[in-house]
């Protein structure tokens, strides 16, 4: 039987906190990257100087199972999507459509600005040449995450990008098929048995498969995964560009009198099912909320799953509740807490959910649960996590774009603004600046 769960709590009412108080009064998770780096260097510096080699011996220690070849045979791929049941493909289907659909209306326009008569200066959007798109294992399995990396970065064109995703023993050292079949219905042809800190190592580095064929290094990397993955990340940004460092997932839920309490502990329980350091976090002026609340996750968690794990998630220093006086003091603590996942369970939860400024996602109102997000509702759920919300955004098309100033100035328009350029140089003592505009224009000694 499950033992009572009840959220710690940390009461808040009658006080009122400065921000950088109400950071280290809320409940956090993360994880220390810095912590593993001794253990993953050595991993990304093989893979770096050995290439595929490296990266299957590394599979065959951490997964247990070496692949006769990185990219996955187009013949499997293939054999994956014919083997996907229907109801599955479905919901794949609708989830694709949808992301699409978003997706489509965020790819931004060439801008041109004339600066004045015979200058110009234009913002090109130009996507990414090559892009490694990561797909974790472990716990779960995840075609979602093949379709929210795979979209924007077709929707901002880029020409070229793979899906890196560890093998699986049970399935001879393939990915799972799934995560096979999601790639091959969004029209993905490249895809690596390969994951963990040697698949970022080998995105990054390139090399050559075990057949010969090349595995050409990529620009960029987006996806979540573990400790390990986050680390290889950060050894090899610079190299490549990354989304974002990703740690454990969290939702935080704003609410009063009116939510329903067994909607919210569902939903806190959906984002403690991914890990037992995934964060849940009530934010409520209703003490009478959080105690049904506590009451509807013991008794939900009689039926579900993964108890075990949502317990720890649940008991975790990560998760809890945060008693405020009001929605006014609750908007303060999510915009301070700024979590990957923020839900509106409030009256008037439109116009509440507009005075939020920092979270990955917002979910208004008693039907769009998180999970709706996770899968179908066309946004896209790889979002900033540990507070990296108050400056960072989701992926998205944006993601996988660079804007390329374009400068266009006539010999009238240099001409112009030439003294100009010539005082600002001299102010800042680079004078050879002020003389590469006069040589335009008179004769240099």
Not at 71 to 86: H, S, T
Not at 205 to 233: E, R
Not at 337 to 352: C, D, G, P, R, S
Request: charged residues 20%.
């Amino acid at each position: 039987m499950t033992s009572r769960i009840e959220l710690a709590r940390v009461d808040l009412r009658g006080r009122t906190p400065t921000t950088a108080q109400l950071r280290t009064a809320l409940p956090r998770g993360g994880v220390d990257v810095d912590s593993v780096l001794h253990q993953v260097r050595p991993v990304v510096e093989a893979v770096r100087d050995r290439g595929a080699a490296a990266a299957l011996e590394f599979g065959a220690k951490f997964d247990g199972v070496t692949p006769e070849t990185v990219r996955v045979p187009a013949a499997e791929l293939a054999a994956a999507l014919d083997g996907l049941d229907p109801a599955v493909r479905a919901a794949l289907e609708v989830a694709i459509a949808r992301t699409r659909a978003v997706h489509a209306d965020q790819r931004r326009t060439d801008t041109t600005t004339e600066v004045v008569p015979g200058g110009t200066v234009t913002e090109r959007w130009v996507p990414v040449e090559r892009v490694g798109l990561y797909v974790p294992g472990g716990n779960a399995v995840y075609p979602s995450s093949v379709v929210m990396n795979v979209v924007p970065a077709q929707a901002a064109g880029v020409e070229s990008l793979v899906v890196a995703s560890p093998p699986q023993e049970q399935f001879g050292g393939l990915p799972h098929p799934t995560v096979l079949a999601a790639a091959r219905l969004l029209g993905v042809e490249e895809v690596w048995a390969v994951g963990g800190a040697q698949a970022v190592a080998l995105l990054s580095y390139g090399g050559s498969d075990t057949d010969g064929a090349d595995l050409a290094p990529v620009d960029l990397i987006t996806g979540p995964g573990n400790i390990y993955v986050t680390a290889a990340k950060r050894l090899c940004r610079g190299l490549v560009g990354i989304d974002a460092e990703a740690g454990p997932t969290e939702i935080a839920i704003l609410a009063d009198a009116t939510a329903d309490p067994v909607h919210v502990a569902a939903d806190l329980i959906s984002q403690a099912e991914h890990d037992v350091l995934a964060a849940s976090v009530l934010v409520t002026d209703s003490p009478a909320l959080a105690d049904a609340v506590d009451a509807a996750l013991t008794t939900q968690l009689t039926v579900v799953k993964h108890a075990e794990r949502v317990t720890a998630a649940l008991r975790g220093a990560q998760s809890g509740t945060v008693l405020v006086d009001d929605i006014d003091q609750g908007l303060r603590v999510v915009n301070a807490y700024a979590a990957e996942h923020l839900e509106i369970q409030t009256a008037q939860a439109t116009a509440v959910a507009a005075r939020v400024r920092s979270a990955g996602a917002i979910f208004v109102g008693p039907y769009a649960p998180v999970s709706l997000g996770d899968y179908c509702a066309g946004s896209n759920h790889v979002l900033p996590t540990a507070g990296c919300a108050r400056h960072s955004s989701g992926l998205s098309v944006q993601t996988f774009l660079r804007g390329i100033h374009v400068v266009d100035y006539t010999e009238a328009a240099l001409k112009d603004v030439a003294g100009h350029v010539v005082a600002l140089a001299d102010a800042e003592d680079l004078p050879a600046h002020g003389q590469a505009v006069r040589a335009r224009f008179e004769a240099l000694s």
